[in-house]
């Protein structure tokens, strides 16, 4: 199976930042990487598939980046609504597998 | 408007069964693969099973195999998955989620609203 790692676990962060978290895979998977936003209570949200595309209706603020094992997803300037937990996940192979998660929390 | 509403969780038994269903509208059924995805209180997504949109081609994970079955009514514009033998470590709000394509392809741009199930004595 291929393991997920994302860093950090969790972010202290303010409105208006800017914020990269890190999603690294056990072996490469190309661009089939996809990550998703889960606010509590809610079921998770598609925002950037095949690494770097941004779903649609996603805010451009969005962005993701990366290829082969080490991949980013960056969000340019952190709104209230941001304030959520992070996932990353392959779909290279099956079983498709996620990161463990990164809570992003307000300063 | 793309929709899933799931339905069918509930308190099991370790070793009982239940049935998950999960109802969509707003988009040709047949035209899309499906997923089952689970999140353990507290925990992280774990990828359950897939079908295709014709429903000829499925997977499911290690941890389910065997015990789990996933199918579709195209009729009713429904998916299933039926858990037999459940364990505790089974307890999980059950998500199921669309695909983009009608090739299974793991990349989820939809999810139902989930329904719990717990797996308790």
């Known amino acids: 199976d291929i393991q997920m790692t994302q860093s950090p676990s969790s972010l202290s962060a303010s409105v208006g930042d800017r914020v990269t978290i890190t999603c690294r895979a056990s072996?490469?998977?190309?661009?089939?990487l996809n990550w998703y936003q889960q606010k509590p209570g809610k079921a998770p949200n598609l925002l950037i598939y095949?690494?770097?595309s941004l779903q649609s209706g996603v805010p451009s603020r969005f962005s993701g980046s990366g290829s082969g094992t080490d991949f980013t997803l960056t969000i340019s300037s952190l709104q209230p609504e941001d304030f959520a937990t992070y996932y990353c996940?392959?779909?290279?192979?099956?079983?498709?597998?996620f990161g463990q998660g990164t809570k992003l929390e307000i300063k | 408007e793309v929709q899933l509403l799931e339905s069918g969780g509930g308190l099991v038994q370790p070793g009982g069964s239940l049935r998950l269903s999960c109802v969509a509208s707003?988009?040709?059924?047949?035209?899309?693969?499906k997923s089952w995805v689970r999140q353990a209180p507290g925990k992280g997504l774990e990828w359950v099973s897939s079908?295709?949109?014709?429903?000829?081609?499925?997977y499911y994970a290690d941890s389910v195999k065997g015990r789990f079955t996933i199918s579709r009514d195209n009729s009713k514009n429904t998916l299933y998955l039926q858990m037999n033998s459940l364990r505790a470590e089974d307890t999980a709000v059950y998500y199921c989620?669309?695909?983009?394509?009608?090739?299974?392809?793991?990349?989820?741009?939809?999810w139902g609203q989930g329904t719990l199930v717990t797996v308790s004595s």
């Open positions: 996940q392959q779909n290279y192979s099956t079983p498709y597998t």
């Open positions: 707003g988009f040709t059924f047949t035209n899309y693969a």
């Open positions: 072996q490469s998977i190309s661009s089939y």
């Open positions: 079908i295709s949109g014709t429903g000829g081609s499925t």
């Open positions: 095949a690494a770097s």
């Open positions: 989620a669309k695909e983009p394509y009608k090739g299974v392809y793991g990349e989820f741009d939809c």
